[in-house]
């Protein structure tokens, strides 16, 4: 029974470590995801207006993405 209870000891040892890892690892990923999103939000609340500013003063149209002319 005590051999039992040991491997038992063992295997939840190595779980909450592989856990431990896991979460780790996953650290640098996420900030880098939510710095990505906090660009990507500043450049469409700062930028894009610009550019479309500009378009507006030419008289120039904006061309339709790539992916809506496909279809």
Do not use: H, K
């Not at 979460?23 to 880098?32: G, K, Q, S």
């Not at 906090?38 to 378009?55: D, H, K, T």
């Amino acid at each position: 029974m005590a051999g039992v209870f040991e491997g038992l000891a063992d295997y939840l040892e190595s779980v909450g470590t592989d856990r431990a890892q896991l979460a780790t690892a996953l650290i640098y990923p996420a900030f880098v995801a939510a710095v990505s999103l906090l660009v990507c939000g500043i450049l469409m609340v700062n930028v894009a207006p610009e550019i479309a500013a500009m378009f507006a003063v030419t008289g120039a149209n904006c061309r339709p993405s790539r992916s809506s002319s496909w279809g």
